[in-house]
């Protein structure tokens, strides 16, 4: 190359640099390569796999149900509507993807096409993959709608010790005697 840039590569990463960026004189291949480089941090650039695997506690409760799986993989990070949820690097775009899924791609391989993963635990923010099954949507739908007709609860390893079925809304129905104003039928107002 020229005798003032004779890099090829990102100084702190390894990364090739684009001709724009040797044209320009560049050394780093982005602002963070950057600051990290020029900051007094000298941890080296984790991989995804390595953040990913910090969120998991692998020392978790053994399901009551089923206890020949073993012990949950914990995700100690952020849920969504009860599952976890990371993000990954996609065609140089952030998204955001099922922790469980993603644990399940990097130990055991690709999910198969037109099929969901079926927690056997019944806990949803698991990611140990021998709790993690390849189903159709119906198998995986009628599992949950068993395991809700049987008691056993999603959220905790054991079964509920309630046999009521949970209210709806806000308050029980002793609270909510009378309806709201916009359910009261009006009269008329002529004769």
């Given at each position: 190359?020229?005798?003032?840039?004779?890099?090829?590569?990102?100084?702190?990463?390894?990364?090739?640099?684009?001709?724009?960026?040797?044209?320009?004189?560049?050394?780093?291949?982005?602002?963070?390569?950057?600051?990290?480089?020029?900051?007094?941090?000298?941890?080296?650039?984790?991989?995804?796999?390595d953040?990913?695997?910090?969120?998991?506690?692998?020392?978790?409760?053994?399901?009551?149900?089923?206890?020949?799986?073993?012990?949950?993989?914990?995700?100690?990070?952020?849920?969504?509507?009860?599952?976890?949820?990371?993000?990954?690097?996609?065609?140089?775009?952030?998204?955001?993807?099922?922790?469980?899924?993603?644990?399940?791609?990097?130990?055991?391989?690709?999910?198969?096409?037109?099929?969901?993963?079926?927690?056997?635990?019944?806990?949803?923010?698991?990611?140990?993959?021998?709790?993690?099954?390849?189903v159709?949507?119906?198998?995986?739908?009628?599992?949950?709608?068993?395991?809700?007709?049987?008691?056993?609860?999603s959220?905790?390893?054991?079964?509920?010790?309630?046999?009521?079925?949970?209210?709806?809304?806000?308050?029980?129905?002793?609270?909510?005697?009378?309806?709201?104003?916009?359910?009261?039928?009006?009269?008329?107002?002529g004769?």
């Amino acid at each position: 190359m020229t005798e003032n840039n004779p890099r090829r590569h990102c100084a702190r990463c390894g990364q090739d640099l684009t001709r724009e960026q040797l044209i320009c004189h560049r050394t780093y291949c982005s602002r963070t390569c950057s600051n990290l480089a020029n900051s007094r941090c000298t941890s080296p650039v984790r991989s995804e796999a390595d953040r990913f695997w910090e969120k998991v506690d692998k020392n978790g409760p053994v399901p009551a149900h089923r206890p020949d799986l073993g012990p949950c993989w914990i995700w100690t990070a952020s849920l969504a509507k009860g599952y976890g949820q990371t993000t990954v690097k996609k065609n140089g775009r952030k998204t955001s993807v099922v922790a469980h899924r993603l644990a399940y791609q990097m130990i055991v391989g690709a999910v198969p096409l037109h099929m969901q993963l079926d927690h056997l635990c019944r806990l949803t923010y698991c990611v140990n993959p021998d709790h993690l099954e390849p189903v159709t949507p119906i198998v995986n739908s009628h599992r949950s709608w068993a395991d809700r007709r049987s008691g056993l609860n999603s959220m905790s390893l054991s079964p509920k010790r309630s046999a009521e079925p949970p209210t709806r809304g806000k308050y029980p129905r002793s609270a909510c005697q009378y309806p709201s104003r916009s359910h009261v039928r009006r009269e008329p107002s002529g004769e």
